[in-house]
C-alpha cells in the first residue's frame, strides 16, 4: 500500500511540473489533460482488487448472504408488528375506558409456537387520571379480548 501512495505522489509531483512547465496554448492544454487522465487511472486502479477481494470474503456465499438478510429483515418485520400491536392495544384502551392520552401503557410478552407468534401476558401501566379507574375491569377486557393473563400496576 506504502508503494501505491509513493506512485501516487510521483506521478501527481510530475503532473503538476508538467503543468508548470507546458506553454499557455493548445499543447499546453492537452499535456495538462493527458497528465490528469494518468492521475485518474492511477488513483482508481486499486478498485478492482478491492472488489475482488470484497467477493472473496472467506466462509460466505451468496446464499449465505441471502439467509441473513432475510433473516433480518423478518427480525425487522417482526418487532415493527409487535410495536403496532402494542401502540394499536393502548390506543383502543383509551377509547374504550375513556382514558387520556399516554396516561396507560402496555408491556407485552409473546410466546412463538410453531411459526405463531401471539401475546401471553400483558401488563398495564396505569398512571394520571388513569390511576383511578378500575383495573379489574380493564383487566378482565383485555383477557378476554386477546385471550391472555393480564395484570396492572401503578406508575
Not at 487511472?41 to 467477493?55: D, E, F, R, S
Amino acid at each position: 500500500m506504502n508503494a501505491y501512495f509513493l506512485s501516487l505522489l510521483g506521478a501527481a509531483l510530475l503532473a503538476a511540473l508538467i503543468g508548470m512547465l507546458s506553454p499557455d496554448g493548445g499543447l499546453g492544454k492537452t499535456l495538462r489533460l493527458l497528465t490528469s487522465l494518468v492521475l485518474v487511472c492511477i488513483i482508481v486502479a486499486p478498485i478492482p482488487g478491492l472488489i475482488t477481494k470484497w467477493n472473496e470474503i472467506p466462509g460466505q456465499t451468496e446464499n449465505e448472504y441471502q439467509f441473513d438478510f432475510s433473516e433480518q429483515s423478518q427480525t425487522a418485520l417482526d418487532s415493527a408488528a409487535r410495536s403496532y400491536f402494542a401502540r394499536a392495544l393502548t390506543a383502543h384502551l383509551e377509547e374504550t375506558f375513556d382514558i387520556p392520552q399516554g396516561e396507560i401503557r402496555c408491556i407485552i410478552s409473546w410466546s412463538e409456537l410453531e411459526n405463531e407468534t401471539k401475546p401471553q401476558h400483558i401488563t398495564l401501566i396505569l398512571s394520571g387520571s388513569a390511576k383511578w379507574k378500575n383495573p379489574k375491569t380493564i383487566q378482565s377486557y383485555v383477557s378476554e379480548l386477546l385471550g391472555c393473563s393480564c395484570d396492572s400496576a401503578i406508575d
